[in-house]
């Protein structure tokens, strides 16, 4: 079987049984395996983890992105992380079994049913740009609500689906194929954004920072604190340790100290190992090192 | 089923022929999965790691120690690692389904049988340990081989299985059961034995150090090196990370910086999962934030 995982972000992070709802309507597909849900209220974000076959995971996702766009109304949202959609952004990550490619025909054909049926503009990014450019979730952000708005109108951006012109309540929706990406958010022992933002900017690849990391300074309104919320691309070329560990210097550099950090959605376990190998300066720290891989790989005799 | 680890250490290291050998007296049991073989030559060691219902587990360690006593003559031994036997020390650990009941019934069948039939002296060690007094492995090494037989000639030692006397080639085993532990090494940047048991005696619970720490300061001629030898008994008690980073303070302490560590034998995941947690600042690092961990535990529905 061919798996694909898909990481679908609801702006919608406060209302917890709103959030279940709109999470139900991905659950109750039969086929898909909801995994994790991670619900920020400062961001006023949701970020859902499901797995499937590509086909019930396509019907899932429409079906969330409709519910969704009857449910929240983007003209009345406010939240610390940047947004173009009720559903702002819906990645898919091809697992065991699949390739690149199926989650790039994934993309396309939720795309096509979300424009079409919905009247959402949908915007495909990562593997599932169709130019040779590869569109970032981030760069299309940064225009803002009312600068995408303005340069649909203009003729100046142009959905891969859909119309011309933002859906009234539901904005648009980013569609796009990538593989696994570690999303996480440190938090600062202060409530200076100005730090958070200058710690964001001395770490990200866009400004010549480490190699696959993404990053933003916020303000959490709730708990009084910036933070530093990361991607992590290309965890094999950047390690999450590393990554701890320059927000950690940056931070100190600027006279602040990180408090803890938190994991949004899931991680892959050859991450965390690589990590843990690099902290505890244990090079041979291999999955062959750990019991659990030899009780479950080792065949019985 | 009920499942035993057995973590036999051989007082082998550096002929690797002789310890593939001697290892597959243990592999070649039907039943009993060999996962892991850690030799160093500087040590004179070799630690295996392996698997099985307690029958079959049994009846291979007893081949093991039958095959070592033939092989391996303890009076032209020399290793950093201090021993008393050709197999110098067999725990027995519950894994899945099997209850410590279960460990301490294995090591007493296999204590008898080596006594009784081998003419090897066993000394029960762990919750093996038959009187209220919980005996340690290292209490009995530091005795020495000759310290062992004066101390047997005398009657102040009496072994739990076997004769009075030690083997005359493979001298004494110590058989015994317990919880998981991590044993690794932390290799230092320095040829200073001093440095390295001056770390040792800083951080091992017995001189007032870490909870659940065992460590010896030990040199390593083939390589010039200082090494601190560690085992963590209580792995969620002290964090591995916590382990590492005290003793690169003490060393740094006495001007020595730590080189890297390698891991003897195996790790449990949750062991691993705990320091990349604390080493990352992310506790909220958790089985559940593990993605294999979901595909691995979640029901197909």
């Known amino acids: 079987v061919s798996l694909l995982e898909a990481v679908p972000n609801l702006s919608e ?3 917890a049984s709103r959030v279940r709802e709109l999470a139900a309507t991905l659950s109750g597909e039969p086929g898909v395996r909801l995994l994790d849900v991670s619900s920020d209220p400062d961001h006023h974000r949701s970020v859902l983890t499901a797995i499937g076959e590509p086909a019930p995971l396509v019907d899932g996702l429409y079906a969330l992105i409709r519910a969704a766009a009857a449910a929240i109304d983007l003209r009345h949202h406010a939240g610390a992380h940047p947004r173009v959609g009720a559903v702002d952004v819906v990645p898919f990550v091809p697992l065991g079994g699949a390739a690149m ?5 994934a993309a396309h054909r939720l ?3 979300v424009g079409d049926r919905l009247e ?11 130019g040779p450019e590869r569109r970032v979730p981030a760069d ?3 225009l803002g609500l009312a600068g995408m708005a303005a340069a649909l109108e203009a003729g100046e951006l142009r959905p891969d689906y859909g119309p011309s012109r933002l859906h009234a309540t539901a904005g648009a929706v980013l569609i796009g194929a990538r593989t696994f990406l570690v999303a996480f958010n440190v938090w600062l ?12 900017r001395a770490i990200r690849e866009r400004d010549g920072g480490l190699p696959g990391v993404q990053a933003l300074g916020l303000f959490l309104e709730s708990r009084s604190r910036a933070q530093v919320s990361v991607n992590l691309l290309r965890p094999d070329q950047t390690s999450l340790h590393a990554v701890v560990e320059r927000i950690a210097s940056e931070a100190r550099a600027r006279g602040v100290e990180i408090d803890r950090g938190e994991i949004v959605g899931l991680v892959p376990e050859s991450v965390v190992l690589r990590a843990a190998a690099e902290a505890l300066r244990l ?9 659990e891989w030899h009780l479950r790989a080792a065949p019985e005799k």
Request: cysteine-free; proline content about 9%.
């Open 189 to 200: 022992r202060s409530a200076d954004l100005r730090v958070a933002r200058a710690v964001a």
């Open 120 to 130: 959402i503009p949908v915007f495909l990014y990562g593997e599932a740009t169709p």
């Open 140 to 142: 299309l952000r940064r």
């Open 283 to 291: 090079p041979e720290l291999t999955p062959s090192r750990i019991l």
């Open 13 to 15: 992070g406060r209302d």
């Open 101 to 105: 490619g199926d989650a790039v025909e």
């Open 111 to 113: 795309g096509r049913s």
